[in-house]
C-alpha cells in the first residue's frame, strides 16, 4: 500500500497510546537515526504537527518507527 495508510494508521495509534500514557520502546532508535538519517529527519516534524494540531507529545521511538515507514516506501517506490 501506499505510504499513507500504514503512516496514518500508526500515528493513529501512537497517538491513542500516548493519551492512554502508555510508553513504547524501539530499541533500534539510535540505529535508524544514523542508518536512516534523511528518514529520521523528514519524520521529525511529525513532532511539531501532533504538538501544535493535537497538544500531543511523541518522542524519538515514536519518529524512528515513522521513520522507517518513510523508508520502507521510498524502498518500495524505488523498486517499481
Do not use: C, W
Amino acid at each position: 500500500p501506499p505510504l499513507e495508510v500504514p503512516l496514518a494508521d500508526h500515528i493513529s495509534f501512537a497517538v491513542a497510546r500516548i493519551r492512554r500514557n502508555e510508553q513504547i520502546s524501539n530499541p533500534l532508535t539510535e540505529d535508524i537515526k544514523v542508518l536512516f538519517y534523511s528518514e529520521f529527519k523528514v519524520a521529525e516534524t511529525l513532532k511539531t504537527i501532533l504538538r501544535e494540531r493535537l497538544q500531543i507529545e511523541i518522542d524519538d521511538h515514536e519518529v524512528g518507527y515513522v521513520a522507517l515507514h518513510i523508508h520502507s516506501a521510498m524502498t518500495v517506490s524505488i523498486s517499481l
